[in-house]
Structures are given as structure tokens and as C-alpha cells.
């Protein structure tokens, strides 16, 4: 595994490991039937080009033969089962895709971010545009996740030092309520940035969600300073409320 980009382990088959190198990804079975574990090789799969090489990967929770991929600009779903490309969204960003996010509550929504700055969601269903983008950071988007609990929020890192929380309600699992008889049934500030964090002096290399409070979350920096932060109390209140 000296050229991997991640070893991903598959929750929903638990004895199921893809493996994603720079020019291919490959699947491997479990077995605990003897004294000792193993693992054989059940497939594999080459990138799409010559030039072209996997960044990342992303198993799909919704469904269990799904693997995302970053590669390069575009992003793809792999079909582990024949191990053939079923989605591809070409030129996804401008610049190389850093990572992947499924949206935990509403299937086929993916969230992606890259070296662009930007952070798009998708729908695999519709790839023509995503269904939002938002101009994240001014300087490389390290990482994107969202929230397990609440999926209106999503975290983000960058190589700008910041971190920032942003809200994206109306593709969630749960939109705002629709009202028939008011004109403007969607509020002007249900998506968008709820809040930059500004605790890092470099570099943030990535900033995750505890998975057990769905209002904490930490970041670590370059210079090693790792940092826990919660979501604003009018935030949480305006979801739980």
C-alpha cells in the first residue's frame, strides 16, 4: 500500500476494505474463518485515463456497492460489484478535488471541496450543476464534512487558517417548511456561512464532528495546535427549535 491515498472500511459490509491508490482502487474480503484473519484482493479498478490519479474516496452509507472517488477535477461512483464507473461528473471543480462527503440522512446528496476554494453539493441523480456552491476559503478547502445529527450543517477547513460552519437547510433532510400563501416561503438566510472560526494561526489540516455531541468539533493546524469548538447556541437552538 506504499502509493494508497486511504483505505476505506465499509460500515454498512463490514467485511469489506477498498484500498485507493493513485492509478487504481482495489476491494478486498475479509475472512475470519481460521485462527488467523485475512484479506483477499476481490477486484479492482484503473482510473479513468492515462494521466489521471485517484486523491480520495468515500463509501456511500445509503448504498453498500457505492464507493465515491475524487479524481483529479472529477468526481465518480464506483459500482463495487462489476467494479465499472455508474456516475461521473466531469469537471466537478477547477482544480483538484480534496475530498468527499455523503450526506449521512438524504441519499444521493455528496458534498465535495478542492484545491478551487469551493465546496460543491451534488446530486447524483442530476449532475449537470450542483445544487449549491459556496466560495469557502481563500486558499485551499482541506476538508468538508457533514454533520451526523443535523445535515444543515456543514464544517469546513482551510489552508487560510480558518474554519468555518455554514448552513445549507434547504437541501437537508430537513428544509425549512414550506408555506403556500406566503410569497417567499424560503428565508433569505437559511443556507450560508453561520460563522468563521479563527483560532489557528497555519495551516488547518482538517476539522471533524464529534461523534457523540452533534454541537462539538475540533481542528488541528500545521503547527500541531488542535483546537475544540461548538456550534453557536442560536444555531443549535434554531435547528432544535
Known amino acids: ?16 476494505v477498498a484500498s485507493v491508490h493513485r492509478k487504481t482502487v482495489k476491494l478486498w474480503r475479509l475472512s475470519h474463518a481460521t485462527a488467523a484473519s485475512s484479506a483477499a484482493e476481490a477486484g479492482s479498478a484503473s482510473t479513468p ?5 485517484f486523491g480520495c474516496g468515500r463509501w456511500d452509507p445509503h448504498h453498500a456497492h457505492s464507493l465515491g472517488l475524487g479524481c483529479q477535477t472529477d468526481l465518480f461512483t464506483l459500482d463495487t460489484r462489476n467494479m465499472k464507473m455508474a456516475v461521473a461528473v466531469k469537471g466537478a471543480h477547477e482544480q483538484k478535488i480534496r475530498g468527499i462527503d455523503y450526506n449521512p440522512n438524504k441519499p444521493n446528496t455528496v458534498l465535495s471541496h478542492g484545491d478551487d476554494y469551493h465546496i460543491h453539493f451534488w446530486d447524483l441523480r442530476k449532475t449537470a450543476a450542483p445544487l449549491q456552491s459556496h466560495h469557502a476559503h481563500s486558499h485551499w478547502v482541506t ?3 457533514y454533520n451526523r445529527f443535523h445535515d444543515q450543517l456543514v464544517l469546513t477547513s482551510g489552508t487560510d ?5 455554514w448552513r ?6 430537513s428544509p425549512p417548511a414550506f408555506d403556500p400563501d406566503d410569497p417567499e416561503p424560503v428565508d433569505a438566510d437559511a443556507d450560508g ?3 468563521e472560526y479563527n483560532d489557528h494561526e497555519q495551516s488547518v489540516f482538517s476539522a471533524v464532528w464529534c461523534a457523540a455531541d452533534a454541537w462539538i468539533f475540533a481542528s488541528v493546524s ?3 495546535k488542535a483546537v475544540i469548538s461548538h456550534v453557536p447556541p ?5 435547528i432544535l427549535l
Open 193 to 195: 456561512l453561520v460563522r
Open 49 to 53: 485515463g492515462e494521466s489521471a490519479t
Open 234 to 238: 442560536s444555531e443549535k437552538y434554531k
Open 161 to 165: 487558517s480558518k474554519i468555518k460552519l
Open 168 to 173: 445549507a437547510a434547504t437541501i437537508s433532510s
Open 222 to 224: 500545521l503547527d500541531g
Open 1 to 16: 500500500l506504499n502509493d494508497s491515498c486511504g483505505v476505506l472500511w465499509n460500515a454498512v459490509l463490514p467485511e469489506t
Open 143 to 145: 476538508s468538508a464534512s
